[in-house]
């Protein structure tokens, strides 16, 4: 038996970013990470001989500034230019409509009054996701009493909100729990540019653009940004296993241990205290602080078991959604694709099929229902353009995640599958005719493949539907907001927790300044 | 010239008998020309009629104008058929305010709720799930179907009755404005926020999630057996253009549950006599205060001079004073129809329009001429007077959504079904029975163009077909039938896009965001001009509440007493 000072399970990005920072602020750390390398779903991975890509998230646009402060990133590789900001594309049978810049700066492929329109839009979206930004980087208020630093954070908030005028705050309040078509029906006219916003509002959720607070999402990317810029997206050199490697290295500089192939099998509770974790090779592991990285639910579920904590806390675990509804497809082309009407720029971009807000919403659907969508929304990348050491001289890649692919598929996915590619490759051919000819190979990760590969449970990219009712102070879960939990001595440091997923180190960092605070 | 109306009126004043004066003055089209009233009331709905009375016995002079031959709105009851009393719109009467029944002393003026218990979903496999009012009964109920869902209830009831309990009593205040620094409004804002620190941390938590989860995802955490979610789920969809998978019904079921929780006798149930009953009473408590109504008389619109409200302009051309105007119509309807565009500032009528009406229900009314029955169903069983359902999963229900999307009735829609004669004859002749089928969806246009006639007989084939699988024989039992879309709401209540709660329940729509942000508080842009509708906070169903609110506003404007109108009752 070995002790610890403070042990990390789980190496995903936000276990390296929390293990990081607590080594710097002088913690002895180790991290336990079950899979044979570290970065979870954030990895660059071979799929098929002599193609790489980014195994599930495949686009870096809201790493959190701190984050990289906090870790020095900069000076382990991961430095962005402006050059660097990828246009996103919306395709659509009457010629694409382009976003230049850090999410649409220019506007291209549209009439001048949409442009102007915009342009309006565009400002509004980002002055109201300036206000929620400030919570990405703290705890969530606590609603049982808040310290004075607390209060004085939220009068902060109160402030930038009235600062933005009378009429403006009104708008403010009024469109923040709305649906994302009704606002951009309010200000839009160009079914391309409202089916991308109705794609990246929706993008990662059980909802629909219909849903009332789909614009939530729309907030939330907004609310990230990339090399300064909000909204601004890049593709890492690499791809997003170069980000889990500088994170690593950071982790590493600072003294931190890893240990892959390590699973944990459980965590020690002795006295209502988390002491220590049990591997599955019966080595047992004791420490001060543990702080768990992996999703919320396998960690009280599984790890501690529901005899270690009280059934109400049992039962808000056991209810946080998390049934993923977007699946990743992986394709090895012979040859780079040709997008219809897409100029050179536009394929190192980010293509998007969503050609209007009713066919995202028509996408969504069947999904509710337990069926995936026969005419599916995607992003789609093609990394070995912007990297060509992802693919053969003269191959390609093709990255692209696909929704609606709802975890639960009524006819279970291994029947589900080949069809759901079918239908997927039909939208791809549509849009890039001649594309089918160029498979070498296609990998399609469903939620349920998803889930057994990196260890999320329902193939949750954000370990828990990341909507309203579980935003904030109800994330994970309600009373427990803030990165402790019932357990003295364990924390949660995962996407499970507040803000949520996507490749910010948000979670992870705000676990450790938690940590940090408490002397835990 | 206003002073001089104001003299005329004075004088007039000073007579006896106001009643019996005002109704020769009617007669008398000189006088109405020439008198101010100090209200005139557009629209004859239960909240203009609550508003109303309320003006009415602070003292001012009140004229109510009805573009219908009677008056009611929504709640009404009509005889289409000669014997048949039809509530031909709104069917039940379990939202109106008790306070608003006591102050206008309705049950004197003839209301009289008939409480009914029971009702039932029922299943595809021939069975059905009862509802009763006893707790106990309905737990024993649930655990013919499931033993968990039956424990999950007593926590499920005590769950939404304790977030009941903290909404409630804001359906009788005025929504704070967030964005003002005035005194009142900080202070409502400090009240709320008391409320809420009252709450257990829990308790707050739900109160945050309640606001923003969909009805489906809530009901996930209490119960494992689909009909006995399709079962309360209902209540989170009536009269919206949601389904109960979009986030934000969870809210819309608290809405519907708040007349429950009352657990004041007779707040559920059949209005004897129908819906009608309930606007009959209110005009009869108006009228014996000294109330006058004049119905048959469309307002063309509003006469505005100055940036102030002068009165209204009839149809025919008719022009009729008042020192304040207030509008039971929606806020579409009054400020994009009633009021001209140079008399409101651009971000106001940006707002109106933006404000989301969505036709989503219609009424199918029939009679019959015998009590169907429903094999599922023991004889006598109370399930017969209550309300009947046949959507028994919540994914028919929100199959049913995915159809108002598209732009068409669905196929198998959801029902909510009652039939009143089984408790009070009155509306029928013996034996005979008045039916009443609430259908959603029903989406205000279909597929992109108008409702046709030919749309709304498959409308209602859809809903006879529904019935018809569970009660053999049905079809031959109906004498007549009344059938509603949007297209007919519309054009005989004049509620935009047949929208029963005149506007969305979703939070854009809420609070001090409704009808539109920074005017929430019942005031428009002009002078003298008021809104009293369902438009308003709380929103709809035949509550009462905004037409009650409207009124203390208007009084409070006037530096008149509101000691006559009840605050919120404390809740249980």
Known sequence: MTSSETIVIGGGHNGLVAAAALAKAGRKVLVLEAGSEVGGAARTEEFAPGFRVSSVAHLLNRLHPDVVKALDLDKHGLQFARADFMPSVALSKDGPLVLHGAYGEVLTGTNSSEQSAWKELRAQLLRYAGILKPFLSRRPPDLAGMSLRETASLGQTALALKKLGKEDMRDFLRVLLMNVADLLDEQLADIRLKGLLAFDATLGSNLGPRSPTSLLGLYYRLAGETGGAAGAQIFPQGGMGAVAAAIRAAAEKAGVTIRTSTPVAKIIVEKGRAVGVALHTGEVLRARTIVSAINPATTFLDLVGPREIDTGFVRKVKNIRMKGDAAKLNLALDRPPQFTGVDAAGHKGRLVIAPSPDHVERAFNPSKYGEFSPEPVMEITLPSLADPSLAPSGACVLSAVVQYAPYALKEGWDAGKPKFLKAIMAQLEAYAPGIGKSVVHAELLTPADIETRYRMPGGHWHHGELQADQMLISRPVSGWSGYDTPLEGLFLASAGSHPGGGVSGAPGLNAARRIIAMKG | ?572
């Open chain 2, 1 to 572: 010239m206003a002073r001089q109306i104001g003299l005329c009126h004075a004088k007039f004043r000073a007579f006896g008998n106001r009643s019996r004066k005002n109704e020769e003055r009617v007669a008398r089209e000189d006088w109405a020309k020439m008198k101010a009233w100090d209200a005139i009331i557009i629209g004859g709905g239960h909240n203009g009629l609550v508003n109303a009375c309320y003006l009415q016995r602070a003292g001012l002079d009140v004229l109510v104008i009805e573009k219908n031959d009677w008056v009611g709105g929504a709640a009404t009851s009509r005889e289409l058929t000669p014997g048949f009393l039809y509530s031909n719109c709104s069917y039940v009467c379990s939202l109106f305010r008790p306070e608003i029944m006591r102050d206008l002393e309705l049950p004197r003026f003839g209301l009289q709720v008939i409480s009914y218990e029971g009702g039932a979903v029922f299943t595809r496999d021939g069975d059905y799930l009862a509802n009763y009012r006893d707790h106990d009964a309905h737990r024993r109920e649930f655990a013919r179907f499931s033993k968990r869902d039956a424990e999950a209830y007593d926590r499920y009831a005590r769950d939404v009755t304790r977030q009941c309990r903290f909404i409630q009593p804001l359906l009788m205040r005025t929504a704070p404005d967030p964005t003002s620094l005035r005194p009142r409004d900080l202070g409502e804002l400090l009240y709320l926020g008391k409320k809420f620190a009252g709450l257990s941390a829990p308790e707050m938590a739900l109160t945050l999630r309640f606001w923003t989860m969909s009805i489906s995802e809530f009901l996930d955490e209490y119960f494992e057996t689909d009909v006995i979610k399709a079962n309360f789920a209902l209540s989170g969809i009536i009269g919206t253009a949601l389904g109960p998978m979009s986030p934000g019904t969870a809210y819309v079921l608290l809405h519907h549950y708040m007349g429950e929780v009352d657990g004041s006798v007779g707040a559920w149930g059949y209005a004897r006599g129908g819906m009608g009953a309930v606007t009959k009473a209110l005009a009869a408590s108006f009228k014996a205060s000294g109330g006058t109504i004049r119905t048959g008389a469309e307002v063309d619109h509003v006469l505005v001079g100055r940036g102030k409200a002068k009165g209204v302009v009839l149809a025919g051309g008719e022009e009729i004073f008042g020192k304040l105007v207030v509008s039971n119509a929606d806020v579409k309807r009054t400020f994009l129809k009633l009021v001209e565009e140079k008399e409101l500032p651009d971000v106001f009528l940006r707002r109106v329009r933006n404000f989301k009406i969505r036709g989503s229900s219609g009424k199918v009314n029939i009679a019959l001429d015998s009590l169907p029955e429903f094999p599922a169903l023991p004889k006598d069983s109370p399930v017969y007077r209550g309300d009947m359902h046949f959507t028994d999963s919540m994914e028919r229900m929100e199959r049913a959504y995915d159809d108002w999307k598209a732009g068409r009735w669905s196929a198998d829609p959801f029902l909510d079904m009652v039939i009143p004669t089984t408790l009070d004859p009155t509306m029928a002749p013996p034996g005979k029975h008045f039916m009443s089928c609430f259908v959603q969806y029903a989406p205000p246009r279909i597929a992109g163009a108008e409702w046709t006639d030919a749309d709304r007989d498959g409308f209602a084939e859809s809903v006879i077909s529904q019935i018809a699988e569970y009660s053999p024989g049905f079809r031959d039992r109906i004498v007549h039938m009344e059938v509603r879309t949007p297209r007919e709401i519309e054009a005989e209540v004049g509620l935009t896009e047949g929208n029963i709660f005149q506007g969305e329940l979703t939070f854009d729509q809420l609070l001090f965001n409704r009808p539109v942000p920074g005017y929430a508080q019942y005031r428009s842009p002009v002078g003298g001009l008021y809104m009293c509708g369902s438009s308003t906070h709380p929103g709809g169903g035949v509550m009462g509440a905004p037409g009650r609110n409207a009124a203390a506003e208007i009084l409070r404007d006037l530096a008149k007493s509101t000691s006559h109108m009840s605050a919120a009752h404390d809740v249980i």
